[in-house]
């Protein structure tokens, strides 16, 4: 910390009115691990990723796991308890793991967040102590959220299970809870003590989870990197089959970007009114609210890509055989490309549109818009038309309604 512009005591004892400007500069520092079988005795990843600042004490740790997870991995919990029991030496389970309900319901219902803030109180877990947070990325979000206001913020390394988590969710610094109406209303900025990638959980997903996390892949490929766009293209039809190495390529390249972003200035703590990754979710996280949550994450981002990358074919920075391109690729996927809640109104508007407002007071100041300006490329625009939204909602609906009546 540096003090600017200091008085001398003299300059103070004549006039004590003034300021005093500080400028505070904390490193954050955290890795993202890859691998397969993060629960196998034999592999230390989890024991070392604890004890990664060499401190040389046995790790307590509160386990808070994903309920869907656990019915889909047989003996999930009997497993983490036997690797905490092989590492012994290293880390200690403080209490049985906490089991929660995953998906929507992890981000509205504040009885998680109270469960986990009163275990922390409970099993007396200090700042160093951790929080080992395991699913996908809404348990993440609430117990990443309950981790960083119990004193203050305790350590939080997040294990995480979903292709959305793995390629995206998990690897920022945010925290988020659904309230008030709006996606991730309530939340804090604390980056994680560790991200652990575990390949071999994938292999459980429902098929819309599966499917939905590479909506993600898709956002960042299509304003990033033209080449994970053609990888997703070509592998389409692999991906919707489950090929687990081609969606490990996908995962681990996403991620990759994801980080490269947040390392290159990418405004990790969103101090500005960009927000580049977050390409097709102004439309996506409104229809996720309109449906009553009915539509996933992932494919209410996809539907928000869709119309977005309609929007810029009309505006001229994608041609229509770029557009078809990527809406047939989202398709072949598994992904949709229209969902009726789109032609919902609010009296006489769309009321997708409240998405942009609230896009708007999420971030602060100026409406600020990512859009594909080419493939793998893009561009900010800070306002969008009302009438070429309506028309390309239109466009989308007859599109879909030819695609079912054809098949």
């Given at each position: 910390m540096t003090q600017r512009n200091r008085p001398s005591p003299s300059e103070t004892a004549a006039d004590p009115c003034g300021a005093v400007h500080l400028s505070i500069n904390v490193p954050f520092e955290y890795p993202v691990h890859f691998t397969r079988g993060v629960l196998d005795g034999d592999n230390t990843l989890l024991a070392d990723t604890?004890?990664?600042?060499?401190?040389?004490?046995?790790?307590?740790?509160?386990?808070?796991?994903?309920?869907?997870?656990?019915?889909?991995?047989?003996?999930?919990?009997?497993?983490?308890?036997?690797?905490?029991?092989?590492?012994?030496?290293?880390?200690?389970?403080?209490?049985?793991?906490?089991?929660?309900?995953?998906?929507?319901?992890?981000?509205?219902d504040w009885?998680?967040?109270?469960?986990?803030?009163?275990?922390?109180?409970?099993t007396h877990l200090d700042r160093q102590s951790t929080v080992l947070a395991i699913g996908g990325g809404s348990v993440l979000d609430m117990a990443g959220f309950a981790a960083s206001v119990v004193h203050r913020g305790v350590r939080l390394v997040r294990v995480c299970s979903t292709v959305l988590a793995q390629a995206d969710a998990g690897i920022g610094v945010k925290n988020g809870m659904d309230e008030h109406g709006q996606k991730n209303f309530v939340g804090t900025f604390a980056p994680p003590f560790a991200v652990i990638n575990d390949f071999d959980l994938l292999d459980s997903l429902p098929r819309i989870h599966w499917q939905g996390g590479l909506a993600e892949a898709f956002k960042v490929a299509i304003i990033k990197d033209a080449d994970l766009l053609n990888l997703l293209c070509e592998k389409a039809g692999d991906l919707r089959a489950r090929d687990r190495d081609v969606m490990a390529r996908v995962v681990r390249r996403t991620a990759e970007i994801h980080i490269s972003h947040l390392l290159s200035g990418g405004d990790p703590f969103e101090f500005g009114s960009a927000r580049p990754l977050d390409f097709g979710h102004w439309a996506g996280h409104r229809l996720e609210i309109l449906s009553g949550h009915e539509i996933g994450h992932g494919q209410a981002v996809a539907v928000g890509i869709a119309l977005d990358v309609c929007y810029a074919t009309e505006k001229g920075m994608l041609t229509p055989g770029e557009r078809d391109l990527i809406l047939d690729a989202l398709e072949a996927?598994?992904?949709?490309?229209?969902?009726?809640?789109?032609?919902?109104?609010?009296?006489?508007?769309?009321?997708?549109?409240?998405?942009?407002?609230?896009?708007?007071?999420?971030?602060?100041?100026?409406?600020?818009?990512?859009?594909?300006?080419?493939?793998?490329?893009?561009?900010?625009?800070?306002?969008?038309?009302?009438?070429?939204?309506?028309?390309?909602?239109?466009?989308?609906?007859?599109r879909h309604l030819c695609c079912r009546d054809s098949s």
């Open positions: 604890l004890d990664r600042l060499g401190e040389g004490k046995i790790h307590r740790v509160l386990a808070v796991v994903d309920a869907g997870l656990v019915g889909a991995q047989d003996g999930l919990i009997r497993r983490l308890k036997e690797y905490a029991h092989t590492h012994r030496g290293r880390m200690e389970l403080v209490s049985e793991p906490m089991v929660v309900p995953g998906g929507p319901a992890a981000k509205t009885q998680g967040v109270r469960d986990i803030m009163t275990a922390v109180g409970d996927t598994g992904l949709p490309t229209f969902d009726a809640h789109l032609t919902d109104r609010a009296g006489q508007t769309l009321a997708v549109l409240e998405g942009l407002d609230h896009f708007r007071e999420h971030l602060g100041g100026q409406l600020t818009i990512t859009l594909p300006d080419g493939l793998g490329r893009r561009v900010e625009v800070h306002s969008m038309d009302a009438e070429c939204i309506a028309d390309c909602i239109a466009w989308l609906e007859e």
